[in-house]
């Protein structure tokens, strides 16, 4: 079978490189040849699997629409025929080439069941099926993407294989366990032990001293490896490495601080030791499992002399696999190393375009800018053709195309003005945390959101909270205000439940949660966020004040998970003692209701004979227009001030 140049959109390119050689053992869409117009360069991806039998053309030549690059030989036939081939003709020497093609001579098939992982929510709905029966897909090919009220996320496949059947449809809500599709895959039966003991011997030998090598300076009863655990979310992103290679740290000690787009969160060791080796660098995406750092143990504290020298092989192990691949690929070498053809910083912005892992990896090797790919999936979502089209247009289009099209129209406002003539200005990037929640912020865009304002007498609460503030000082307790306010709250909101509501999609009903959620906005030296106190009017005021301590301590630490975060139904935000008599706090989606507290303030109260100095507290009730009305507000805003004049009011 031939692979022969596709329509690249240009009359003739040149082979800029070559990326297989003979006997390669390739897979369906790997790129097999760079070619070079004077626009652009564009990888060519095989349209069939199998081996390399020979490669027709060279580095220089010039290729146009049919021109013949490859010749492969499918995988079938070779699996088809080998037990009765070669059993008679051991020593024929064209198995050679084909190590990788033996174990797979004999073949047979089951079917699996692809189920939906841990995607850190409860449940959430088929927003879009990626795959069709008959289909072959790839181990950790996404296959649907689903959607919850915090997050869209695309679920990969944990089996290579066909597709069978599809056992889900769009709109469908689902939960972990649930089966998506059934793959027909194939496993390997052990043939041929001649040549495969042959060829195991030497590649257990060429193990034996890479294996030695880290045996000889740590002892291997005191290496353990730390891995990421389970964070909630699919992957996350390497923000900062706390430690370094022959860094002391104790159990428990921090060792990198890992990002997504719902929080940040350090990820401690579970031993003590020394640091022999790190895994991972700045930038790089992680899962659970995945190996962070190796540590031998303070047990093993004699062989950290010799730990010291060749502590920095193991690092060096993983760094020859990019330093293999510049070679390969010349032409790219200037702009990343390896098959990335993007800096850092575009990539760091094709994040932030909604598309799919395969889409990602697709712009890695093509270089495109996702943001200037026009989008055709569902919800705008960049697919693999918008990313194929985009391309073909670039090699015929004029330079000049590019630049228009990376215009920023993100938010929707016009571009800003050049202030070089009045000073200049200095870029300051915004945290991570601000960025992502950029887009959360501009949903409440969409709320007609009312703010209804009210006081309350705390006088006699605050003088209560006083007296008790001692005996919880002695306890290593905060008893702060908020706590009382939180318990009002919930007790509240049993009566009140449309204000822990949510309206639905249709806007046709109100959804009323069965549980109390809270969440709090805490303020932290990246931004603001928002932990969950859960089900606040099941807890004594006590207990109250304790999560409320140490969900802060872990918000400003950076030790929130993302399922601290998620589930809230109604938020309580408070400026504390900044200062300030009144805000609008805005309604956080898919809420419908957020309390706002300002800095109490001493007031002259007219008792009806004069003026009485009382503690009053501000506060600012926003809510969703199309699910509370403000006749409602007004009554829940006076029912709250009248519960925290008197708090024994809990008790009727």
């Not at 990788?100 to 959430?124: H, L, R, T």
């Not at 375009?353 to 890695?364: E, F, I, N, S, T």
């Not at 306890?475 to 009140?496: D, P, R, V």
Request: proline residues 8%.
């Amino acid at each position: 079978m031939q692979i022969k140049t596709p329509d690249i959109g240009v009359d003739q390119a040149a082979v800029a490189e070559i990326l297989v050689k003979v006997g390669d053992t390739i897979a369906e869409n790997d790129g097999i040849v760079v070619l070079e117009s004077d626009k652009a360069s564009v990888e060519v991806p095989t349209t069939s699997a199998g081996v390399v039998k020979s490669i027709l053309v060279k580095e220089g030549d010039d290729v146009q629409e049919g021109v013949a690059l490859i010749e492969l030989e499918s995988e079938a036939p070779v699996q088809a025929e080998p037990q009765p081939v070669a059993q008679e003709e051991a020593p024929k020497t064209e198995t050679a080439p084909e190590p990788k093609a033996q174990p797979q001579q004999a073949i047979s098939s089951q079917v699996v069941d692809v189920q939906v992982p841990d995607i850190g929510v409860e449940k959430a709905s088929v927003g879009e099926i990626l795959v069709k029966v008959g289909e072959e897909i790839e181990l950790e090919q996404s296959i649907v993407v689903v959607e919850s009220d915090k997050a869209t996320v695309e679920v990969p496949s944990s089996v290579a294989g066909i597709v069978e059947s599809i056992e889900i449809k769009e709109g469908d809500m689902i939960q972990e366990g649930v089966v998506l599709i059934k793959v027909k895959t194939a496993t390997t039966a052990q043939a041929e032990p001649v040549p495969t003991a042959q060829k195991a011997e030497p590649k257990q030998e060429a193990a034996t001293p890479k294996a030695e090598q880290p045996q000889a300076s740590v002892a291997p009863a005191g290496d353990t490896d730390i891995a990421v655990p389970d964070l909630g979310v699919d992957k996350a992103a390497v923000a900062e490495i706390l430690v370094k290679v022959g860094d002391v740290v104790e159990k428990d000690q921090s060792l990198i601080v890992v990002e997504s787009d719902k929080a940040t969160v350090e990820v401690p060791s579970t031993v003590a030791g020394v640091i022999k080796a790190i895994h991972v660098e700045n930038g790089q995406d992680v899962t659970e499992g995945v190996k962070l750092a190796t540590i031998a143990v303070e047990g093993q504290a004699q062989p950290e002399p010799v730990a010291s020298t060749p502590a920095p092989k193991p690092e060096a192990a993983p760094k020859p696999a990019p330093q293999t691949e510049k070679p390969v690929q010349p032409p790219a070498a200037p702009q990343s190393t390896g098959a990335d053809k993007l800096t850092q910083e575009q990539n760091a912005e094709n994040a932030k375009v909604y598309a799919g892992p395969a889409v990602r990896k697709l712009a890695r090797e093509l270089g495109v800018i996702l943001a200037n790919v026009k989008s055709s999936g569902p919800h705008e979502r960049v697919m693999k053709e918008d990313v194929f089209a985009y391309v073909k247009q670039r090699l015929t289009a004029p330079e000049a195309t590019p630049k228009a099209a990376a215009a920023p129209v993100a938010s929707g406002l016009p571009p800003l003005p050049d202030f070089t003539a009045f000073g200049g200005v200095e870029e300051k990037p915004l945290t991570r945390l601000q960025q992502v929640s950029v887009p959360q912020l501009c949903l409440n865009n969409f709320i007609p959101q009312v703010t209804q304002f009210d006081q309350a007498d705390i006088t006699e609460l605050e003088a209560w909270r006083n007296e008790l503030k001692g005996d919880f000082k002695k306890q290593g307790l905060s008893l702060t205000i908020l706590a009382f306010i939180a318990k009002a709250l919930a007790h509240l909101l049993k009566e009140e439940p449309y204000f822990a509501s949510h309206m639905s999609d249709d806007q046709k009903s109100v959804l009323l949660r069965k549980e109390i959620h809270m969440g709090i906005a805490v303020a932290t030296p990246d931004g603001l966020t928002v932990p969950v106190l859960r089900n606040p009017d099941q807890k004594s005021i006590k207990q109250i004040a304790i999560e409320l301590g140490e969900l802060s301590k872990k918000a400003r630490e950076k030790k929130l998970s993302p399922k601290d975060l998620q589930g809230a139904n109604f938020t309580i935000t408070s400026l504390g003692s900044i200062g300030g008599t009144a805000f609008t706090p805005l309604v956080n989606f898919p809420q419908v209701a957020i309390l706002g507290i300002s800095p109490a303030t001493m007031q002259p109260v007219w008792n009806g004979e004069g003026f009485d100095a009382r503690l009053m507290l501000p506060l600012s009730l926003s809510y969703d227009h199309r699910v509370i009305n403000g006749a409602d507000a007004a009554r829940f805003t006076n029912k709250l001030t009248k519960l925290l004049k008197d708090i024994r009011n809990l008790l009727i």
